[in-house]
């Protein structure tokens, strides 16, 4: 099972990824060990995540969530069905 996910970083900006381990990976990125991108804008909070079956529907999905704009991005956060 693969997990596309969101987090808000501290600056308000959002950082999208795919993982297996969604806790795994927010604590990483909260010890400056997960994407060059958080490192600086720690810490992060997770606010959605969406599981895949696949590693390529995950990836996917994480592509499409990178090109939207920020409004889109929250409208995602305040309700998952989007």
Not at 26 to 31: F, K, P
Not at 36 to 45: A, E, F, I, N
Request: net charge positive; with cysteine.
């Amino acid at each position: 099972m693969y997990f596309c996910y969101l987090l808000r970083c501290a600056d308000g900006s959002f950082y999208t990824g795919v993982t297996t381990d969604v806790g795994r990976r927010v604590d990483e990125h909260n010890v400056g060990k997960g994407a060059r991108y958080t490192t600086g804008r720690r810490p992060v909070q997770l606010v959605w995540q969406e599981a895949h079956p696949n590693r390529s529907s995950a990836q996917r999905r994480e592509t499409a969530i990178k090109r939207w704009r920020r409004d889109r991005k929250l409208a995602l956060v305040r309700d998952p069905t989007v």
